[in-house]
């Protein structure tokens, strides 16, 4: 039961002075029994004139910063502890009647669910149901958690992360066309899968603990997306409640990933966005770096990393 630090600074930078509008940060990550953030601290510059703290529709803590200061920097550095508790898959305890597809939720949770089952991005030649009724049995019915564990690795074996600093995401048509994508990408072609076979799902931004980062990049054994924000996405299964699953890396359970902000579409889980005022190419560029480490590892010595990549 590690405890794990997140150091996690996004940096701007303009040609002159600009002033700032409404900023809204998602780095707090969620406390529940799989993880207990112990110390968190945030230093912002220049100094906002107005910090607060709200939890949004999903339970997420959003913080809102407001500035009257203009500069030609403006940084935001994160530092959080926290004690991480890892959920093996033979930890999930389904009900009978979830063990296998299809299923149908309860009356008390459908409520609940529906919107998460609802499909969000177009699919009009059902290309992605295919894709998702190709991991389906022809010969019997089909285990729950098997298929949801062989749709991430299928992920994480058969296409080719491509790392983009770009804000905004791929449909997950164009993700199946291209094979290729960011860790938010694949998140979101798993998560209209699973919506397609009438399952609850649910995106998740945050952060993966890679052990040993730079040693373990060099020798081919780090996770895909360490050292920058991740995202994957959660399944609602009875009896086992909100389960993790990570397609960039094949990961079933919440092992190495620190959840920080969940929401029904990606849109709404944006770890960091805002506005500034100035002329269109006073903007030059961003830095995002983010290191994970252990009790007691050496902070790794990291160049930019590519936020949500």
Known sequence: MPILTVRHVTTYHYRQPVSFGEHRMMLRPRAGHDQRLLKARIDITP???QVWWVHDVFGNSVGVVNFTTRA???????????DHRPLEELDFRLEDHARSLPFS???EEMPD?????ERHHPDPSRVVDRWARGFLSRTGPTGTLELLTAMAHAVSRDFTYVPRAMRGIQEPVRTLELGSGTCRDFALLMMEAVRSLGLAAR????????PGFDRALREGRAHVGGGSTHAWVRVYLPGAGWVEFDPTNGIVGNRDLIRVAIARDPAQAVPLHGSWKGFPDDALDMDVSVT????????PARGPAQQNA
């Open 292 to 299: 994970v480490t252990a009790e007691d590892e050496p902070v």
């Open 105 to 107: 939720y309860s009356a």
């Open 72 to 82: 030609r920097e403006l940084r935001f550095a994160s530092r959080i502890i926290l």
């Open 113 to 117: 669910l529906a919107r998460s089952i």
């Open 47 to 49: 100094e906002p004139s």
């Open 203 to 210: 995106y998740v931004s945050g952060y993966i603990y890679s």
